[in-house]
């Protein structure tokens, strides 16, 4: 599904170019569950918004379901957002002048779904995250965890074939963490393609592979012990 | 897709309550504005275009030259010409003489009133369109005996009652006629040139007291014509130039036509009959209006765009969800159209809220029209137009913001457009500053003509017309006024003092210059003028009895050419009359003050004189004015009392100035309203990127006062730039327009002073408030955006 190769991102200053990601060759086939893990400042963030077509490469070749993303124009990308692509993010990232259960729908509005079907496929976002209850409220008016919730919702409403998520735990306690991560194993498990950056070495433990991040070079990619045994 | 677009906007609206109202305010202001010149142009440019036969008619001008070469343009005409160019020339199919507007005492059975009446020719209802309540048009005044009124004089003095048929008794001071009442106009509406008469009558009527309509001497008639289709008037005008020199031996007359259609926005004709007129000010608030419009918007723009980082975080989102540029521009365009529909409607509902003080303010009768589709075509321009200007930018702007950088929160505005910005304040100021230095430029001349010195004591005058029955009697009707308590002084008069009517350039004394031929107006009067219009005696004596009938006063500039030295007891001849210089005047304004003091007669010649000029205390004005409408009856009691006040018929010439300051003092209060919205939004815009640099100023240890002032003084640099460049635009224009008059007031240095205090003033509480606001802000909160 995603092939890197020889993958370079610098920010250039009038002398002196900077990089962030040097080098990496990276393949994720369909179905995967990776976690990309490693120290602030490695270029998680970076990597995983290449992948997700937010950010473009310096140099290198990235190859998306077998096309060469440099060669994607403005519009499909935007496509590939709509249909195989969702984002979970640290910051929820909710609109805030949205509802609950307007944000989950949004997705399903760009994607020109029409009102019965949405609102069953919103309905059921809902009942799955338990969040019936809540579906009126505003973000403000949510805890973290339950944010989160929504956050995931909105990702997967529009069933992507891959979930990108920067630090999803990140803001929230052990105990939400782990809810999401359960979300997500059982998604993988359905065939969602899901690549996650975290700093818990237990919510690791949740995907297949891990692939270890330092100076914006891959220095390990090892699949999860517990897999692997 | 769009409700979910528009439930959002609704919800930012309420979230962001100021920043709503501040660009539902500004944008509402520019509409009404736009739609108020709209409607007014619309108006000033309807004027006489509704005839029938519009392209055909015309005015005839005449064009006098003199000696020294200068010209003048009247439009008053021999009673002759009409009849002889519609026989001579083929290409006119139609004539009319229409004579001036005047005051009448008009009787049906015990019901008295005074109304305007015009004479016409029978022709008029052939060449112009006006609606017919009841009544016939068909052979309309083929019998002298007939006239025709308006629906207002129908009601007022026949009620509800039929009034076809009915004989009415119409008098002046001279005759008495009784006319049949044969049709009913609709009033005629405030766009036309005869608007404000009420009552025709044809000349037919009167022909056996009016030498005037059939010979070529005096010129008392205004003159129209109609061509035949597709007539080539520049051809006819060449062909027509000279007529009354053929026909009077008048070397110094030509005539011209001139479509009615431009009589009213054309009507100041200058040397080589340029015209122009009110079309100026039709075209200045034209421009006006457009750019108040535009400024709206970009306020709206400039105010969107720098509230953005309110809305980065949710572009990122909705386009890593899957959100095209289209679709988020689409997003942005309806939350702009929406507040610009809001606004629209605003501006509509505060347009019908405002029209009765605008149309009392301008004197027009304009209402929105809701009947007509072309209004709705002209709205949904305005809404496209508005929309477009003022939504697309911010909308492009946004959707093309850069995703990874917005959902990072790490976005700011692009420093490119500040220098932009600031262009844009600038001249909204500079702007602001020259409407409001000319309005007060206006405004200190409209008072100028109001408190001039004129020369004699306008204030506490009241004139009204003469009677058949007072004019044999003057001398004994003017006891019985002075027996009044109230009453200091009266006096008869032929033309009003203010605006002398006649004129000749025939007098001739011992030692005349023959080669000048100067005009000389001449004001015909009754015993105690001077005492009454408080107008100063140099040297001489005044009339002091009927004998002195033959006995002449004269102004200071006519006895300057007269010549100084023993100028009393001089002869002079004119008409045939031998008169006498008795006394010499001060100088007097007997036109309005647009023009110079020319040189004047006052002939003591009372049975020419029929107008009653009177002097009143000023104390209990309403009892004493009664008295002398008892009086009056007591003399006609056929004739309407019907009286005004000198003062107020002297504010009235000037009542175009007055409308025009009225506008500008309005358009001013706008722009400089709509201003301070774009001061505004500069200053929203350069806060929200200042908040850390405050926050760390202020954990330094600076304070707020100065923070304040020194975020502020950046911002007065800029009106303090927008009013050096404005003073000298102001300057031009306004010495410009005060150079028309030739009595003004002088520019003065205070206006620009006055006007740079006041944007400084209202720009400093714009951006204090901001800078202020700013300067409070805890900084914790302000560095926690990093
Ligand atoms: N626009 C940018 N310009 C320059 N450097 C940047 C920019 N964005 C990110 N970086 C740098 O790239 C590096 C990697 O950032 P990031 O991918 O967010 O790291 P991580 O997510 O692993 O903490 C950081 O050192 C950051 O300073
Ligand atoms: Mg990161």
Redesign the pocket.
């Known amino acids: 599904m995603i092939q890197l190769t020889n993958l370079d991102k610098y920010?250039s200053t009038k002398f002196t170019r900077?990089f962030?990601l040097k080098g990496i060759d990276l393949e994720i086939k369909s179905g995967e569950f990776v976690t990309i893990m490693?120290?602030?400042?490695?270029?998680?963030?970076?990597?995983l918004?290449i992948i997700g077509m937010l950010d473009e490469a310096s140099a290198g070749e990235y190859l998306f379901m077998d096309e060469p993303v440099y060669k994607i124009k403005e519009r499909k990308r935007s496509e590939l957002h709509k249909h195989h692509i969702g984002f979970v993010f640290q910051a929820y990232h909710l609109i805030d002048e949205l509802t609950v259960y307007e944000n989950i729908e949004t997705p399903l509005l760009y994607k020109g779904i029409k009102g019965k079907e949405r609102k069953s496929m919103v309905a059921d976002m809902l009942d799955r995250f338990n969040i019936v209850a809540k579906k009126d409220l505003f973000p403000e008016q949510l805890s973290g965890g339950q944010q989160q919730l929504v956050g995931v919702a909105r990702a997967i409403v529009g069933q992507p074939k891959l979930l990108l998520a920067?630090e999803p735990t990140g803001n929230l306690h052990t105990e939400q963490g782990h809810i999401i991560m359960d979300i997500f194993k059982k998604l993988n498990q359905q065939g969602m393609t899901i690549i996650q950056?975290t700093h818990s070495e237990e919510n690791a433990q949740y995907g297949k592979r891990i692939v270890q991040?330092v100076d914006?070079m891959v220095k390990s990619d090892d699949l999860v012990a517990a897999e692997a045994g | 897709m769009i409700k979910n677009h528009i439930s959002i906007a609704f919800r930012i609206f309420r979230k962001h309550p100021l920043f709503t109202t501040i660009n539902l305010i500004g944008l509402s202001l520019g509409l009404t504005c736009t739609l108020f010149i709209f409607l007014w142009v619309q108006d000033e440019l309807s004027f006489d275009r509704f005839h029938k036969q519009t392209d055909q008619l015309y005015q005839l001008i005449r064009e006098e030259t003199f000696p020294d070469g200068s010209y003048e343009y009247l439009t008053a005409t021999p009673g002759l010409l009409g009849p002889t160019l519609k026989h001579d020339y083929a290409e006119i199919s139609n004539t009319c003489r229409v004579g001036w507007q005047g005051d009448y005492s008009v009787k049906f059975n015990d019901n008295l009133l005074s109304k305007k009446v015009r004479f016409v020719d029978p022709s008029f209802f052939q060449m112009f369109s006006y609606s017919l309540i009841s009544g016939t048009l068909e052979d309309v005044f083929q019998h002298p005996n007939e006239v025709i009124i308006t629906k207002g004089t129908a009601l007022s003095l026949f009620g509800e009652d039929q009034s076809i048929g009915e004989v009415i008794t119409i008098r002046d001071s001279e005759y008495s006629y009784d006319l049949k009442v044969v049709a009913v106009l609709d009033d005629f509406p405030g766009n036309t040139f005869i608007h404000g008469t009420e009552i025709l009558i044809p000349y037919e009527a009167v022909a056996n007291n009016m030498d005037w309509l059939n010979n070529w001497s005096g010129n008392a008639f205004q003159l129209y014509v109609q061509l035949v289709e597709n007539a080539d008037v520049d051809a006819l005008n060449l062909n027509i130039a000279d007529i009354i020199k053929r026909h009077t031996n008048n070397e110094t007359y030509q005539v011209f036509l001139q479509p009615l259609s431009e009589r009213y926005l054309y009507s100041d004709i200058k040397p080589l009959r340029q015209a122009t007129g009110r079309i100026v000010y039709v075209r200045l608030f034209s421009v006006i209006a457009v750019f108040v419009l535009i400024i709206a918007c970009i306020n709206f723009m400039n105010l969107i765009t720098a509230r953005s980082s309110v809305r980065v975080k949710e572009v990122g989102v909705r386009k890593s969800i899957g959100a095209n540029r289209g679709e988020l521009f689409n997003q942005f365009m309806s939350e702009a159209s929406l507040i610009v529909v809001t606004s629209l409607m605003l501006a509509l509902l505060s347009t019908v809220l405002i029209m009765p003080f605008f149309n009392s303010l301008t004197h027009k009768n304009l209402e929105i029209p809701w009947g007509q589709p072309i209004f709705y075509g002209v709205i949904l321009l305005i809404m496209i137009f508005t929309s477009a200007l003022a939504g697309s930018y911010p909308s492009v702007y946004l959707a093309s913001i850069n995703t990874v950088?917005a959902l990072?929160g790490?976005w700011t505005s692009p420093g490119i457009t500040l220098p932009i910005r600031k262009v844009l304040v600038v001249f909204q100021f500079t702007l602001s500053i020259v409407l409001m230095i000319t309005a007060w430029v206006v405004y200190k001349q409209v008072e100028y003509f109001k408190t001039q010195h004129l020369g004699f004591d306008q204030e506490n005058v009241i004139y009204f017309q003469s009677t058949q029955e007072i004019q044999p009697r003057q001398e004994f009707f003017n006891s019985r006024l002075t027996q009044i308590d109230g009453v200091k002084s009266a006096t008869f008069t032929g033309s009003l003092p203010t605006s002398i009517n006649v004129d000749t350039s025939s007098p001739n004394w011992p030692g005349k210059d023959q080669e000048t031929k100067i005009d000389i107006q001449i004001l015909f009067t009754g015993l105690n003028f001077t005492e009454t219009t408080k107008l100063k005696l140099i040297t001489g004596r005044d009339f002091t009895s009927m004998a002195d009938t033959n006995k002449i006063l004269v102004n200071s500039t006519m006895a300057g050419i007269v010549g100084q030295s023993s100028i009393i007891g001089k002869p002079l001849t004119f008409w045939g009359n031998e008169v006498e210089i008795i006394g010499v005047t001060e100088d007097f304004n007997s036109q309005s003050l647009r023009e110079p003091v020319v040189p004047v007669i006052i002939w003591l010649n009372p049975s020419w004189s029929e107008n009653v000029l009177v002097r009143i205390s000023p104390d209990d004005i309403d009892d004493t004015i009664s008295k002398i409408a008892g009086v009056y009856h007591q003399f006609s009691s056929d004739d309407a009392f019907n009286y005004h006040f000198l003062d107020e018929t002297i504010e009235a010439t000037y009542v175009g100035e007055t409308t025009i300051g009225k506008l500008s003092a309005i358009f001013t209060g706008l722009a400089i309203g709509i201003s301070c919205l774009g001061l505004f939004g500069l200053a929203a815009f350069t806060f929200e990127r200042k908040q850390k640099e405050t926050g760390i100023r202020k954990v330094l240890g600076a304070s707020s006062k100065q923070l304040t002032f020194q975020f502020s003084r950046e911002f007065l640099i800029l009106v303090v730039f927008a009013v050096v460049i404005a003073s000298p635009c102001a300057w031009w224009l306004s010495t410009k327009w005060l150079n028309q008059f030739y009595y003004h007031t002088e520019f003065h240095w205070t206006f620009i002073a006055f006007a740079a205090m006041t944007a400084l003033a209202i720009a400093i509480i714009t951006v204090g408030w901001h800078a202020l606001k700013a300067t409070l802000a805890n900084p914790v909160d302000s560095l926690r955006y990093e």
Not at chain 1, 38 to 47: E, F, I, R, V, W
């Open positions: 920010y900077t962030v490693g120290p602030s400042g490695a270029g998680k963030s970076t990597l918004n920067d950056v991040l914006g | 950088k990072k790490k």
